[in-house]
């Protein structure tokens, strides 16, 4: 009986412990707490859905008066995803998590007239808050930011 009890404790404690996290929720950005680029295409909101298999990201913000919304979906196998970018340029890549499953990069490469430009976005839960560190590389240089979001 001890035996039965010590093997179930331990596949209950692995399953904690390796649970990836679930990053769904309605986010707002929250600019205090953000580092922000001078000229930062941060989300003023996010939507995250997120499955076993997928997660979808829908983020609203504002370029030139206008709101701009964009819906990007991606698997969580490490699979090669393609989405819609700018100008409904292809958009190609793969969300890959951590060992301990708490946080989810997805890598992007977009192909440009005058060159490929690569961005990361790192995706881990600050307490109550959603964090974003995000980076990209391409020919007009390159950029950084950590994005914060509080829970709606």
């Known amino acids: ?24 929720g309605n ?9 922000l680029g001078e000229r930062s295409f941060a989300p003023k909101s996010a939507v995250i859905v997120q499955t076993k298999a ?4 829908e983020t609203k913000s504002e370029f030139q008066g206008q709101e ?7 698997t969580l196998d490490g699979k090669e995803c393609t989405n819609k970018g700018f100008r409904d340029m292809d958009v190609k890549s793969t969300a890959v998590w951590s060992a301990d499953k708490k946080v989810l ?6 192909s440009m007239d005058n060159g490929d430009m690569t961005t990361k976005a790192v995706y881990k839960m600050d307490g109550a808050n959603l964090v974003i560190e995000s ?3 391409s020919p007009m240089g ?11």
């Open 142 to 152: 390159d950029r950084s930011e950590t994005q914060v979001f509080d829970k709606k």
């Open 105 to 110: 990069t997805v890598t992007s490469k977009i």
């Open 54 to 57: 997928d997660i979808s990201i």
């Open 27 to 35: 986010w707002a950005l929250n600019t205090s707490k953000s580092k």
């Open 1 to 24: 009986m001890k035996k039965i009890i010590l093997v179930l404790s331990a596949v209950l404690l692995s399953a904690v412990v390796f649970a990836q996290t679930d990053f769904s």
């Open 135 to 137: 980076s990209s590389s």
């Open 68 to 74: 701009r919304v964009r819906t990007n979906k991606y």
